[in-house]
């Protein structure tokens, strides 16, 4: 099982990026995926979640109205669309998968798939 995260990069404050997280070897239609991010120095957060028929999402206060998480199951592909992307949106971004489908889990513990994250900067 793996889970490829792309989509980071160098952008200005304001901007935009979307990011990807790919999975292969089993199919996660059924189950929930997460975003997590870590910038430099902290703990990895929580960032979103979404249900396995995408119908049901959950965001940090941090990045609510600004990001919108999404899912194409025929695609087996995770997104995550950053908008008025701001500096300390700077981290490592992360995406895990869930294997438990009736929730939409906020907390890394109850994730047990990982990708290798993709860095997005954000200058000021």
């Known amino acids: 099982v793996q889970l490829q995260a792309s989509g980071g990069g160098l952008v200005q404050a304001g901007g935009s990026l979307r990011l990807s997280c790919a999975a292969s070897?089993?199919?996660?239609?059924?189950?929930?995926m997460g975003w997590f991010r870590q910038a430099p120095g902290k703990k990895r957060e929580f960032v979103a979640a979404?249900?396995?028929?995408?119908?049901?999402?959950a965001y940090a206060d941090s990045v609510k109205g600004r990001f919108t998480i999404s899912r194409d199951n025929a695609k087996n592909t995770m997104y995550l669309q950053m908008n008025s992307l701001k500096p300390e949106d700077t981290a490592i971004y992360y995406c895990?998968?869930?294997?438990?489908?009736?929730?939409?889990?906020?907390?890394?513990?109850?994730?047990?798939?990982w990708g290798q994250g993709t860095l997005v900067t954000v200058s000021s």
């Open positions: 895990a998968a869930d294997t438990s489908p009736f929730r939409v889990a906020v907390s890394e513990s109850d994730y047990a798939y």
């Open positions: 070897g089993r199919s996660f239609s059924n189950y929930p």
């Open positions: 979404v249900s396995g028929n995408g119908r049901t999402t």
